[in-house]
């Protein structure tokens, strides 16, 4: 798969996410705390359209203790691991991609 660097590692400021738009996808791109998902990887990256209404999830509440971002609309839980909804109203996962750091560049693999 392509590699994409979306950002810098400044952009996204620890227990937040924001949305970058690269090569035709939206991305909402998240860094977790640094003892959140259970001490796992501290980035990762996610479609960033809900897949129950199409609101965008990097304006929506991080959960780093349970790896989760929130649809800010109506209310529905992604795992930012897998992509799988965690709670309703979704039913459909999102996108997850392969997300690491080279120095200070965040890059992301897309299809």
Known sequence: MPEFTVCAVSDVEPGSARRFDVDGHRLCVVRVDADGCGGGAEWHAVGDRC????????????????????????????????????????????????????GNDVIV???
């Open 51 to 102: 897949s129950h209404a199409d609101y965008s999830l990097s304006e929506g509440e991080l959960w780093s203790d349970e790896c989760t971002i929130e649809c800010p609309q109506h209310g529905s839980t992604f795992s930012l691991l897998t992509g799988e909804p965690q709670s309703f109203p979704a039913t459909k996962p999102v996108p997850v991609y392969p997300v690491h750091v080279d």
């Open 109 to 111: 693999e897309l299809p």
